[in-house]
């Protein structure tokens, strides 16, 4: 692997942190539907840097989280599985709600401070199997 993936593969990380934090404010601050953007925008992130460590390229421009789970051939447990599939269903609807009011409902404090803490474990397991 050259420098520039080495130093790619930090950048991920590093941009995958950033975007945890950003969705514990966007929590802190009652932007559920955002908390969940960026729950899944980090994981993306940390699947990206792994990809780049492990194959040494760039990844591809996918937003599909069981994309790269499937291709690092990363194997999860039932909850590690569910976040997973869960964050990748929500995509999109929490990038363009198409009822604002409906995604309000879903995505209260409750359900979003579940994934927020289901995220967090996630990326820390994920780090941790790399």
């Avoid at 309000?104 to 994934?115: D, M, P």
């Amino acid at each position: 692997m050259n420098k520039n993936n080495i130093k790619n593969s930090q950048e991920w990380h590093k941009q995958s942190l950033y975007d945890l934090k950003s969705a514990e404010v966007m929590f802190r601050g009652g932007r559920y539907i955002y908390t969940i953007f960026f729950c899944h925008l980090a994981v993306e992130k940390t699947l990206k840097s792994l990809y780049v460590k492990k194959f040494g390229k760039n990844p591809p421009r996918t937003h599909n989280l069981l994309y790269f789970v499937n291709t690092l051939n990363i194997k999860t447990d039932e909850k590690q599985n569910n976040i997973i599939v869960k964050l990748n269903e929500v995509s999109i609807p929490t990038r363009y709600p198409e009822n604002l009011k409906t995604m309000l409902k879903e995505f209260n404090r409750t359900n979003t401070g579940l994934i927020l803490t289901q995220t967090r474990g996630l990326l820390k397991w994920l780090l941790k199997a790399k």
